[in-house]
T-cell receptor, first 112, second 114 residues
Framework: SQKIEQNSEALNIQEGKTATLTCNYT??????LQWYRQDPGRGPVFLLL?????KEKRKERLKVTFDTTLKQSLFHITASQPADSATYLC???????????FGKGTRLSVIA | NAGVTQTPKFQVLKTGQSMTLQCAQD?????MYWYRQDPGMGLRLIYY???????DKGEVPNGYNVSRLNKREFSLRLESAAPSQTSVYFC?????????????FGPGTRLTVT
């Protein structure tokens, strides 16, 4: 069956360290993968999109990798800050059957 | 430029009651979506509209109907609410339904069915 797994429900990290979040998928062949941020009580906000032929994408302190062999995307936040605390969702396409399919998210807490 | 707006923000229904959740976007987007988000289940697609005049089922369409009223508005109707429909509902839009397009989400509607 198809599955998207995000490493853990919650991740705690010290301020200034690099946070690494994982998105693994099974029985999908996505051409694209997106990452979103969701704050409590709000809708998700788009952060980054990476295509299957791109190994890495960066935006300020954010870096995303996409390994179609491992069926995995890694999302890094360098020099993390308490303001980075939120839930991060990965989403991928389902080969045209339906629009984006979302993972359950990882709740990141950056501790000062 | 308000982005995606949803009404109401909160709603409590009794089992069997009906209601319509409203969604509007002012970004001239072609595609619109309805999701529900439940603890431990993540975001699940209920229905979507790739363009004005079309609607398609998503992962969890049972118990819901939708109307793409015009390019701006996409409503979600619960004909006979059930406790299992207690959830947070998000509307989203994107420039087109191509998978390269990011989605813009509304603030959500918290629905409780008793």
């Amino acid at each position: 069956s198809q599955k998207i797994e995000q490493n853990s429900e919650a991740l705690n990290i010290q301020e200034g360290k690099t946070a690494t979040l994982t998105c693994n998928y099974t029985n999908y062949s996505p051409a694209y993968l997106q990452w979103y941020r969701q704050d409590p009580g709000r809708g998700p906000v788009f952060l980054l999109l990476i295509r299957e032929n791109e190994k890495e994408k960066r935006k300020e302190r954010l870096k995303v990798t996409f390994d179609t062999t491992l069926k995995q995307s890694l999302f890094h936040i360098t020099a993390s800050q308490p303001a980075d605390s939120a839930t991060y969702l990965c989403a991928l396409d389902n080969s045209g059957n339906t629009p984006l399919v979302f993972g359950k998210g990882t709740r990141l807490s950056v501790i000062a | 430029n308000a982005g995606v707006t949803q009404t109401p923000k909160f709603q409590v229904l009794k089992t069997g009651q009906s209601m319509t959740l409203q969604c509007a976007q002012d970004m001239n987007h072609n595609s619109m979506y309805w999701y529900r988000q439940d603890p431990g289940m993540g975001l699940r697609l209920i229905y979507y509209s790739a363009s004005e005049g079309t609607t398609d089922k998503g992962e969890v369409p049972n118990g819901y109907n939708v109307s793409r009223l015009n390019k701006r508005e996409f409503s979600l109707r619960l004909e006979s609410a059930a406790p299992s429909q207690t959830s947070v509902y998000f509307c989203a839009s994107s420039e087109a339904s191509g998978l390269v397009y990011e989605q813009y989400f509304g603030p959500g509607t918290r629905l409780t069915v008793t």
